[in-house]
């Protein structure tokens, strides 16, 4: 067999229907023979970093469903690869498995700056959980069979194969022979399975037992376990209030009595008081990103740390621990419930407490979704996702990209699907959504999807409506338009005098561009019209776009200054001395 | 390669699968972690397709050396991590030095020091070998004096436990 055939004969037997990519020279007879075969669907991008998101989407998406898949993106070499290494690099920092096949100049030329010629092992590496450059035919199915297998033990990761081009034509000799179901990788360090040794779980559920002002946060890890049931019975069980991280939301739904919504640099009150003046954080799948506990030194100054992570490396890495129990988090969740010691505390002051803190902003917030227009006379982004998230019941999948758009959807969606809420939170790649629904809605075909981007990021992918137009991919794009860098600007009105440097943009007629790919477009720019364009939106059958004008002067509070401490928190600017 | 910085000086022995690119990407993480290394050296051990590395560094945090060690241990093909107890454990290098001594120098410092005679040219020019503990290797270059050194090649530390 050709190398070429064994790379498409390996994704086959690992399972994948999705390969997202772009060809070109060195890739040529891998996709050569994707077409001989056709055994999995090939959606080609209009850029290499939407494969990479593409296939994020199809990963991070397809965790809950009873069809679990890994991503795939393909690329050629030199360009072609190095598009992909920002959505590598994000996948790398959200903990994403998806595998990237790159084809290499033939190697007998590599290192002489052939044409389209680059280093993607050299630069990858850095990114990625591992690399590959199998330098003989024989040596490609193993490599992505292991490939596979170190995305997505432990803690998930990107895993980029290059391939020469020679070695995808190479023939393998008459006794080749791999047998993709024995095959056993020799990484002893990607074996690792931790078990919580039932010692470190007596000690956590006495800590927890002890407590008077416990707190979790929920993390990724909870996502990625698929653990959301188990955290609902801990929380329960035990009357823990959950606060959750970016990726931990959508774990449990956001309007459960215990949950307080989310935690960190722009999240509720009530979430950062209660980390503030916690005795106990119980972290469950995080690690404790510098947009979570602000300035390390302040972090829960007074609070015992109890830290559920599956990546070792990561326990006591910025917050020093009192028990640490690496493993998967719904497996050490399993086994806190089954501890017989672990019991319930009414902790009556601290619910009363966190009511407090709850309903510090509470009316000063609905006034401004209820009025809708901020003060240029534009509509609020809190507004219209608060109108999509009664709209949609919050059972809807929701892709946002980053920004100020972003952190208003993580606190005004009311989640309720498990694993319904995707993003770039590591990385905080503008960019994001647009390519990663794309994934998403191909694995989750029958729930709707809505791709919220800013002006913005909305233009840095905006060449994936191609693909969607090519492939009628159903999403529904939700465009925030206020002409600005909204996020950026709100640091520059917040810390450097309103010099609004770099961030105001001039747009183009986002209608036409609509039109030009054949997606059905509305405008709205008032608040009377927001419900009516939803739901045009909703039943539509097929790809919308519905672009909203809005307030350049909206700014997403509370808000921890960057390198401050939770204590410093903005909660109002009517407040701000 | 005196020891005369402030933190003290640490070694973690490292065993890894001879893969290509090991060696790249602990010396990639040294810089993107920004580790304070002094000495890495790697070489083949006795059984086949397994190498051994010795870096030492400079920390005096133990919390800071167990992220280290996690660090390393999270890359793929390493097998194990582990910091070398110094008092339990042999650090050794060896050093290659040419030197201008005269003779009745060259055998004074013989009588003291184990050293061998690798090279022998005209003008009183000597290249030495010698291998032994970083402090030893250290007292004899003092005792020669700078002015007599030409050139230095030291290896790095290599290092096993009791």
């Given at each position: 067999m050709k190398g070429a055939e064994l790379v498409i004969k390996s994704l086959k037997d690992k399972g994948v229907q999705y390969v997202f990519g772009y060809t070109g020279g060195a890739i040529m007879p891998v996709f050569d023979e994707m077409e001989k075969q056709k055994v999995f669907s090939f959606i080609m991008s209009r850029h290499e970093q939407g494969a990479a998101f593409m296939a994020q989407g199809v990963s991070r998406a397809s965790l809950t469903t009873s069809n679990p898949q890994i991503g795939v993106c393909m690329a050629t070499s030199g360009p072609g690869a190095m598009n992909l290494v920002t959505g590598i690099a994000d996948a790398g920092m959200d903990s994403v498995p998806i595998i990237a096949i790159t084809g290499q100049v033939p190697s007998g030329v590599i290192a002489t700056?052939?044409?389209?010629?680059?280093?993607?092992?050299?630069?990858?590496?850095?990114?990625?959980?591992?690399?590959y450059m199998p330098l003989r035919v024989d040596q490609i199915e193993e490599s992505i069979h292991e490939a596979f297998h170190v995305a997505t033990v432990g803690r998930g990761g990107p895993v980029v194969i290059d391939i020469p081009k020679d070695i995808q034509n190479q023939e393998t000799a008459a006794d080749y022979r791999f047998d993709p179901i024995a095959f056993e990788s020799d990484l002893v360090g990607m074996l690792y399975s931790p078990h919580p040794e039932r010692e470190t779980i007596r000690k956590a559920v006495s800590l927890i037992n002890r407590s008077e002002r416990p707190l979790i946060l929920c993390g990724h890890g909870i996502i990625s376990a698929n653990a959301g049931d188990s955290l609902k019975q801990l929380a329960e069980k035990a009357n823990l209030p959950v606060a959750f991280t970016l990726h931990g939301l959508s774990s449990l739904p956001v309007d459960h009595p215990l949950s307080l919504g989310m935690v960190g640099m722009h999240g509720t009150v009530e979430s950062n008081w209660a980390l503030l003046?916690?005795?106990?954080?119980?972290?469950?799948?995080?690690?404790?990103?510098?947009?979570?506990?602000?300035?390390?030194?302040?972090?829960?100054?007074?609070?015992?740390?109890?830290?559920?992570?599956?990546d070792p490396s990561e326990i006591d890495k910025n917050v020093k621990t009192n028990v640490s129990i690496n493993a998967d988090a719904g497996g050490a969740i399993q086994q806190l419930l089954r501890d017989p010691e672990l019991i319930s505390k009414p902790r009556r002051l601290w619910f009363e407490q966190i009511e407090t803190y709850r309903s510090e902003i509470v009316d000063e917030?609905?006034?401004?979704?209820?009025?809708?227009?901020?003060?240029e006379g534009q509509l609020l982004m809190k507004t219209i996702v608060s109108k999509l998230s009664k709209a949609t019941g919050g059972r809807d999948i929701v892709v946002a990209d980053v920004g100020q758009h972003q952190m208003i959807v993580a606190r005004f969606y009311?989640?309720?699907?498990?694993?319904?809420?995707?993003?770039?939170?590591?990385?905080?790649?503008?960019?994001?959504?647009?390519?990663?629904a794309v994934g998403v809605k191909m694995v989750r075909p029958n729930e709707r999807v809505w791709s919220i981007s800013g002006d913005g990021g909305f233009q840095m992918n905006i060449q994936e409506l191609g693909t969607i137009m090519e492939h009628d991919v159903d999403i529904k794009i939700l465009l925030f338009n206020n002409g600005y860098l909204g996020m950026v600007r709100q640091w520059q009105t917040l810390f450097f005098d309103g010099r609004y440097a770099g961030t105001p943009m001039k747009n183009p007629d986002f209608g036409k561009i609509a039109a030009a790919y054949g997606i059905p477009y509305q405008r709205?720019?008032?608040?009377?019209?927001?419900?009516?364009?939803?739901?045009?939106?909703?039943?539509?059958?097929?790809?919308?776009?519905?672009?909203?004008?809005?307030?350049?002067?909206?700014?997403?509070?509370?808000?921890?200054?960057?390198?401050?401490?939770?204590?410093?928190?903005?909660?109002?600017?009517?407040?701000?001395? | 390669m005196t020891s005369t910085h402030p933190m003290k000086r640490r070694a973690i022995l490292i065993f890894v699968l001879n893969r290509p690119g090991v060696l790249n990407k602990i010396s990639m993480l040294i810089r993107r972690k920004m580790y304070n290394v002094e000495t890495v050296t790697a070489c083949r051990t006795h059984r086949p397709g397994i190498s051994r590395m010795t870096l030492t560094l400079y920390e005096d945090s133990d919390d800071k050396m167990i992220q280290?060690?996690?660090?390393?241990?999270?890359?793929?093909?390493?097998?194990?991590?582990?910091?070398?107890d110094v008092d339990n454990s042999f650090w050794r290098e060896v050093a290659v030095i040419k030197l201008e001594a005269s003779d009745s120098l060259m055998e004074r410092l013989g009588s003291k020091y184990n050293f061998e005679i690798l090279d022998r040219q005209e003008n009183e020019v000597f290249i030495i070998q010698m291998a032994g503990t970083y402090g030893l290797i250290d007292e004899f270059m003092q005792q020669l004096g700078e002015g007599k050194i030409i050139e230095t090649a030291r290896s790095g530390f290599t290092a096993m436990e009791k």
């Open positions: 700056d052939a044409f389209q010629e680059s280093d993607v092992v050299g630069v990858m590496m850095p990114l990625t959980k591992q690399t003046n916690a005795d106990l954080v119980i972290a469950l799948g995080m690690r404790f990103d510098d947009r979570v506990t602000g300035k390390l030194d302040d972090f829960a100054v007074n609070a015992a740390v109890i830290h559920v992570e599956i917030i609905q006034e401004e979704i209820d009025t809708g227009v901020g003060k009311n989640f309720q699907t498990p694993n319904s809420w995707f993003t770039s939170g590591g990385a905080g790649t503008m960019g994001c959504a647009l390519p990663m709205v720019a008032e608040v009377s019209e927001i419900d009516a364009a939803l739901a045009a939106a909703a039943e539509h059958k097929g790809a919308t776009m519905v672009e909203f004008l809005c307030d350049p002067s909206e700014i997403v509070l509370p808000m921890v200054p960057a390198g401050g401490g939770i204590a410093d928190m903005i909660t109002s600017l009517k407040k701000k001395k | 280290v060690i996690k660090q390393i241990e999270k890359i793929a093909e390493v097998l194990s991590a582990k910091e070398l």
